[in-house]
């Protein structure tokens, strides 16, 4: 089985910059997550996707990042304009369906570097 | 405030060594409580999952308890090996938080030779 796909691994930009990460999830996942994870800190969810809807964007700071799930597989995030508290790794994760039951796969992540 | 304590923040073991790695949470309602590997630069991978009637849980050399009156739970790894070198996280998740998880910061394991 595929694992969750995301691209690119690493991205340095400069701060006030755009940029975009693209999450392809397991195939068959209608729940997606986007997590920021800043060096030693554990995950924090920014985003939760149920095919193609948004379930919880509570700590997405919307007037910077966006993300969409049009068709309810691929996801895109992205962050304009970026700012130095930005550079963290971003998570892309997904579930068979939403609920604390069901086990949530992480893809390897995208570290990004704002200068 | 952080609702998944763990510690320690790191720890360093000669290879072939037993540890120990702490969760203390506060979540409440619980619902469950996963523990996840991290290798660097790699996205977490689930160890285990206990639910509040599961006192322990293993997975090869990896023992999970959890004593949800003390809401308090441990990682216990086994003849430790090299590859173990990674960052454990604590994810708990409560009945009233929606289907978002707490994760602790993690605790840094390197196991040297």
């Known amino acids: 089985e595929a694992g969750v796909a995301q691209s690119p691994r690493y991205k340095i930009i400069e701060k006030r910059q755009s940029v975009a990460f693209w999450c392809n999830p397991i195939?068959?996942?209608?729940?997606l997550y986007w997590y920021q994870q800043i060096l030693g800190q554990g995950p924090k969810l920014l985003i939760q996707?149920?095919?193609?809807?948004?379930?919880?964007d509570s700590q997405l700071p919307k007037d910077r990042f966006s993300a969409e799930r049009l068709k309810g597989v691929d996801s895109t995030l992205k962050i304009q304009p970026a700012k130095l508290e930005d550079s963290a790794v971003y998570l892309c994760?997904?579930?068979?369906?939403?609920?604390?039951?069901?086990?949530?796969?992480f893809g390897p992540g995208t570290r990004l570097t704002v200068t | 405030k952080n609702q998944v304590e763990q510690s320690p923040q790191s720890l360093i073991i000669l290879e072939g060594k037993n540890c120990t790695l702490q969760?203390?949470?506060?979540?409440?309602?619980?619902?469950?409580l996963r523990w996840y590997k991290q290798d660097t630069g790699r996205g977490p991978v689930s160890l285990t999952i206990m639910t509040f009637s599961e006192n322990t849980k293993s997975n090869g050399r990896y023992t999970a308890t959890l004593d949800a009156d003390t809401k308090q739970s441990s990682l216990h790894i086994t003849a430790s090996q090299l590859s173990d070198s990674a960052s454990y996280i604590c994810?708990?998740?409560?009945?009233?938080?929606?289907?978002?998880?707490?994760f602790g910061k993690g605790t840094s394991l390197l196991v040297t030779p």
């Open positions: 969760c203390n949470y506060t979540v409440s309602p619980f619902s469950n």
């Open positions: 994810v708990v998740r409560g009945w009233d938080s929606g289907y978002a998880l707490n």
């Open positions: 994760a997904s579930s068979f369906r939403q609920g604390g039951s069901y086990e949530q796969y």
């Open positions: 996707f149920q095919n193609n809807g948004v379930v919880d």
């Open positions: 195939s068959g996942h209608a729940t």
